[in-house]
């Protein structure tokens, strides 16, 4: 049995989740491989593997720059040494990043296979086509991955573990949340902050929300995401549940399982409603929903305007980015009435 190494180590949540029913086809087609991923994922993978996959886990963690110099060069020369004993006779590198490029240089593999890239012939023996401009990331994991995944274009899809729900439950009893009651989950934050809807509109969306009977519960994790909730929260004249930082992955996985629907922006929690089964509306402004939907059909891309000719993710020629900003919280719960979450709402005028 060929002894094939699947390396996807990155930091971006989305990216795995997209990649992901590529890895298991990968794992069925060589059930001897091993996977390398990010530890700070383990969750979500046990969701989507289970326990019986070999999986070395990246210590990105230990590996932080705010640890000491030391401890991370011996944590990184463990890694690789654990890395090199799996032997590999081949190596795919289904991510394509740098990181993942000097693993599989370092992998000790004769046959190392990745993405074409700049000085690609120093971490690949064989470079590969990369995606179609305009086609969705998970075409480009097709082309790198050996089996892709069939059906075209289907998202992963995650069990939740039964052993995280009386911690969720624990946290959402302190807000008066229990059992049964109609949340919504809100992911307000994103990577960038052109990403991100303003805050004062997801202010008056909780407001809309609660008008409705439904209870808005923000979730994120790290500086900017509390600092976007803060904003939020000063917006409104009750409290909002917040769960910021207060979660582990396996407790937002059966969140995202329970919760009468998701709305976010483009980021990777939105990637994870859609993996556990909740209607999802996805606020994008100026990244390419082509390339970057979520994979669900409970998923709806909701945008105010397109974006101008000459417009970027950095520069856009309106300032302000109106293609994100200019929508609206009744435009917001347009879709999830289509989607059965609401009853169709009468406009506030927001």
């Known amino acids: 049995m060929e002894r094939v190494l699947i390396l996807f180590p990155g930091n971006h949540l989305g990216n795995l989740l997209i990649a992901l029913p590529h890895i298991q086809a ?26 019986r996959v070999a999986v070395l886990y990246y210590p990105a963690p230990a590996l932080t720059p705010s640890r000491p110099l030391w401890p991370r060069l011996l944590t990184w020369l463990a890694f ?50 990369g995606p179609i401009a305009g086609q969705h990331r998970w075409q480009g994991y097709a082309a790198l991955s ?27 009893a302190r807000w008066g949340v229990h059992s049964g009651m109609p949340c919504v989950v809100i992911h307000p934050g994103a990577s960038k902050l052109y990403k991100m809807w303003p805050a004062e509109r997801f202010a008056a969306l909780c407001v809309r929300l609660r008008d409705l009977g439904l209870i808005p519960v923000l979730i994120g994790a790290g500086g900017r ?25 396996a ?71 109106p293609c994100l900003r200019g929508i609206t919280p009744d435009q917001v719960l347009e879709p999830l009435a289509g989607l059965g979450v609401i009853r169709p709402p009468v406009a506030s005028g927001y």
């Open 26 to 51: 990968m794992l069925r087609r060589h059930p001897g491989a091993l996977l390398v991923a990010n530890a700070l994922y383990r969750d979500v993978l046990v969701a989507a593997l289970g326990h």
């Open 251 to 321: 407790e937002l996985i059966v969140l995202m399982a329970h919760c009468r629907g998701f709305i976010g922006n483009d980021s990777g929690p939105m990637h994870l409603a859609a993996a556990c089964g909740a209607p999802v509306v996805a606020l994008f402004g100026p990244t390419d929903e082509r390339l970057w939907h979520p994979l669900s059909a409970q998923a709806r891309v909701l945008r105010h305007r397109a974006c101008d000719a000459g417009c970027g993710r950095h520069a856009c020629l309106a300032q302000d980015y």
């Open 80 to 129: 690789v040494r654990t890395l090199r004993a799996f032997r590999a006779e081949r190596c795919i590198d289904l991510e394509g990043e740098q990181k993942s490029a000097t693993l599989a240089r370092l992998s000790g593999a004769p046959r190392r296979e990745g993405p074409r890239r700049r000085r690609g012939r120093w971490f690949y023996t064989h470079q590969l086509p």
């Open 225 to 249: 995401d509390r600092v976007q909730i803060e904003r939020i929260r000063a917006h409104l004249a009750q409290p909002v549940v917040s769960l910021c930082d207060q979660i582990s992955l």
């Open 146 to 172: 050996d089996p892709p995944a069939t059906p075209v274009a289907q998202g992963a899809s995650l069990t939740h573990d039964p052993r995280a729900v009386p911690a969720l439950q624990e946290h959402l």
